[in-house]
């Protein structure tokens, strides 16, 4: 567990400015700005300005994280989504390709799209994210993901579990309370 999660941060530091750069060229926009790196817990993302004044957020895939099959399904429920009105930013098509590869880095480009606050106490901002919540739904129930993990109890609590009691980084002495606290999360 240690070496693939050390494997993936040593990857990452081959991702230099220049690196950035080229790869955004390589699909034919030209940056002028320096790159803005944009919060984000699992890939390099960044934002830019290309030479035809319009902003992009670019945005690098960890790694050995993802498979481009993954990656590029995500990306086409996404456009089927953008499709359906739902205020979403889809990928950029470029040379008819949402997701690109260069020097070994999955990458992808993504129009520049500012955010609105939510007010959680709100009422017409609650319903109209439950709205957009069951038309998501609505969409995403025509096809089954074939590549994607599934989000269910299996995968994100039971097996990360079973891993981490098998691991020995993790002391003997928090497994209980660890266990415990997490049974009560599975219930």
């Given at each position: ?17 220049d690196?950035?750069?080229?790869a955004?060229e390589?699909?034919?926009?030209y940056?002028?700005?320096?790159l803005?790196?944009l ?6 993302v960044?934002q ?12 690098f895939?960890r ?8 990656i ?6 996404t ?12 990928p950029?098509?470029?040379n ?12 992808t ?6 955010g609105r606050?939510?007010?959680v106490?709100n009422l017409?901002?609650?319903?109209w994210?439950g709205r957009?919540?069951?038309r ?6 025509v ?8 989000f269910?109890l ?13 691991y ?5 002495y ?5 266990n ?8």
């Amino acid at each position: 567990m240690d070496a693939n999660i050390h494997q993936r941060n040593e990857d990452y530091a081959l991702l230099t400015p220049d690196l950035i750069l080229d790869a955004i060229e390589s699909t034919g926009i030209y940056p002028t700005s320096g790159l803005l790196a944009l919060n984000s817990y699992e890939n390099r993302v960044y934002q830019f300005t290309a030479d035809d004044n319009v902003r992009y957020v670019v945005k690098f895939y960890r790694p050995g994280r993802w498979q481009a099959s993954q990656i590029l399904e995500e990306h086409q429920f996404t456009i089927e989504l953008a499709e359906h009105e739902i205020p979403v930013v889809a990928p950029a098509t470029i040379n008819g390709d949402t997701l690109h590869l260069y020097s070994g880095f999955y990458f992808t480009l993504f129009p520049c799209q500012g955010g609105r606050q939510f007010e959680v106490d709100n009422l017409d901002h609650l319903e109209w994210i439950g709205r957009f919540i069951g038309r998501i739904h609505s969409v995403g129930s025509v096809n089954k993901f074939k590549h994607r993990t599934a989000f269910n109890l299996e995968n994100y609590l039971l097996q990360p579990q079973q891993l981490l009691n098998e691991y020995e980084g993790v002391p003997r002495y928090l497994r209980n309370t660890f266990n415990s606290d997490l049974s009560q999360l599975i219930d």
